[in-house]
């Protein structure tokens, strides 16, 4: 009995300390630790500490960000991330509470911000061209079909 609640205690601390260490070293290793067991071996004074964890996902939807590697080749795209850049650098100059690692986060909440709204306005502008020629397509096909049934009751009266 003595031993079982020893290995609880030890797997609540081994649980609590796996938890502040996800949290400190990475957001990106933000982990759900679910279970931790101590499992004693089999013809073995070591214990055997299994975890079961789970990776915390973002899911996909507005505000989740992947840099889509398409517009880095764009000079419309280049220009605007580079002016964002200098301004941002000159804003945060006389600011001498910033360090250079709050800077760079600085930059790159502002670049992913330029970011999302250059692909909002290029995606508007691709829907609204798109629509234009469907359109454009349909405005064709109806007069095909209307010079085609001109030429049709022309033919018909000879």
Known sequence: MQSSKRRVS????????????????????????????IVPGFKTD?????LKTALLHNQRGRGFWKLSMSPLTE????????TVIQETKKKCKSDNSITLSLLGEIIKMKVREQSIFYGAAKKSKYISRKNTLHKEIADLEGEIIFQ?????????KM
């Open 75 to 82: 000079d419309e795209y280049q220009s605007q991330i580079k």
């Open 148 to 156: 085609h049934g001109h030429k049709r009751s022309a033919k018909a």
């Open 46 to 50: 070591q214990l055997m500490i299994t």
């Open 10 to 37: 030890i797997a609540n601390f081994i649980l609590k300390c796996f938890k502040t260490s996800c949290v400190n070293r990475s957001s990106s290793l933000i982990c759900n630790i679910n279970q931790v067991d």
